[in-house]
Each structure stands twice: as structure tokens, then as C-alpha cells.
């Protein structure tokens, strides 16, 4: 059963850099698929921060493709979100999740809360 | 700004069935696969339909999706209480080159 888990601070101030990381468990990140992001405001809807494949091939969604970095650590079956400057925009649950062959993401995990505030 | 539009509400009584859109363009729907998600309250998004109208295995054969041209649907019939959640549309955008989701629509059931 694959399982991921986010874990990083719950708060992090304005201007500063958020950093999050997605263990996962049951498979590992080296025997392929692309690995993502994806952030949900509090009472808004999804949004796709990007994707990492095994190698470290990425993409990025291009609203916030200038602040985002997102890196796999294959040894540790991690991979890991790095978002600066952020703002209170920046404020939301974030999901890590495991994006199939076919373009959709099939398992999820429980997300975290960050709050940017000072 | 989603480039896939959904309504935002959709409701209807025990039984009956229901029918959400999700609204693309040829950059994405027109081109790609559409998924969708439920989202119950509180909790993480969970894969619902894949690849236009295929089911993963543990969802009911309640939940059926289509495509036609650069629009999406889900249907869900014999509505259950327990479906009362938020629904999010979602596929690959070419022009965006990134993964787009919907606007989500709440499914209430009365």
C-alpha cells in the first residue's frame, strides 16, 4: 500500500522560504512515476505546484515557477518543496501526492497546514 | 483563475441523479484525459474517476465519467448522503504545460 506523509513547520513568516517534505512508504520513488505538489487555500480550490520525476526532471506550474523548487532525495524515498518569498497568498493545506502513467494522481497524502504570518 | 470551469453548487435528494460539467478548452480537455476527485470535508482529495470514464477499484459503480470534444462530466446516480462533498475536475494543460484543476463544484444532498 503506498503511503506519503508531508512533514515541515506549520508557520513560516513573510519573505521567508516554506519547506515541506513527502516521505513515501510502500513503493519506491525510484522505480519511476512523477511526484507532486498540490496546495489548497483555506475554502478555495486545488492548485498544482509542480511535479518531479526520479531522475529530478520537473515541472512547475508558471504562477509560481520563480519561487518554487521541488528535489527527490531517492535514498531517503523522499522528495521535498522548497516555495520563497512567500506571502499570506502563500497560506494553505499542502498535498503531496503520486501523479500515474495515464496523468492522474492516484495516491495522496494527508496534507499540512502552513500558515505565512508573522 | 482555473481554465476548467465547473459550477459551484450541484444538490439533489437521495436516489436521484446528478450531473457536474467541466468546462475546458483545446489546450487541455480537447487534447487530454480528464480525471476527477472527491473531496470530503476535512479531508485529502481522493482519485474518483481517471482517464475520461475509468473507475479505480473501491469506487462504486455510481460514479461514471465522460468526455465530448472539450467538455467533461460526471454523472452520479443513486445519490447517497455520503456523497455530499466537493468535486474537482482535472487534466493536462499544453499551453500552460502543467496540470490544471477545476474550480470544484459542492454536491449537496437535500
Known amino acids: 500500500q503506498v503511503q506519503l506523509q508531508e512533514s515541515g513547520p506549520g508557520l513560516v513568516k513573510p519573505s521567508e522560504t516554506l519547506s515541506l517534505t513527502c516521505s513515501v512508504s510502500?513503493?519506491?520513488?525510484?522505480?519511476?512515476?512523477?511526484w507532486g505538489w498540490i496546495r489548497q487555500p483555506p475554502g478555495k480550490g486545488l492548485e498544482w505546484i509542480g511535479s518531479?520525476?526520479?531522475?529530478?526532471?520537473?515541472y512547475y506550474n508558471p504562477s509560481v515557477k520563480s519561487r518554487v523548487t521541488i528535489s527527490v532525495d531517492t535514498s531517503k524515498n523522499q522528495f521535498s518543496l522548497r516555495l520563497s518569498s512567500v506571502t499570506a497568498a502563500d497560506t494553505a493545506v499542502y498535498y503531496c501526492?503520486?501523479?500515474?502513467?495515464?496523468?492522474?494522481?492516484?495516491?495522496w497524502g494527508q496534507g499540512a497546514l502552513v500558515t505565512v504570518s508573522s | 483563475q482555473s481554465v476548467l470551469t465547473q459550477p459551484p453548487s450541484a444538490s439533489g435528494t437521495p436516489g436521484q441523479r446528478i450531473t457536474i460539467s467541466c468546462s475546458g478548452s483545446?489546450?487541455?480537455?480537447?487534447?487530454?484525459?480528464v480525471n476527477w476527485y472527491q473531496q470530503l470535508p476535512g479531508t485529502a482529495p481522493k482519485l474518483l474517476i481517471y482517464s475520461n470514464n475509468q473507475r479505480p477499484s473501491g469506487v462504486p459503480d455510481r460514479f461514471s465519467g465522460s468526455k465530448s470534444g472539450t467538455s467533461a462530466s460526471l454523472a452520479i446516480s443513486g445519490l447517497q448522503s455520503e456523497d455530499e462533498a466537493d468535486y474537482y475536475c482535472a487534466t493536462w494543460n499544453d499551453s500552460l504545460n502543467g496540470y490544471v484543476f477545476g474550480t470544484g463544484t459542492k454536491v449537496t444532498v437535500l
Open positions: 501526492a503520486r501523479l500515474a502513467v495515464a496523468g492522474h494522481f492516484d495516491y
Open positions: 518531479i520525476y526520479h531522475s529530478g526532471s520537473t
Open positions: 483545446s489546450s487541455n480537455i480537447g487534447t487530454n484525459t
Open positions: 510502500g513503493f519506491s520513488i525510484s522505480s519511476g512515476y512523477y
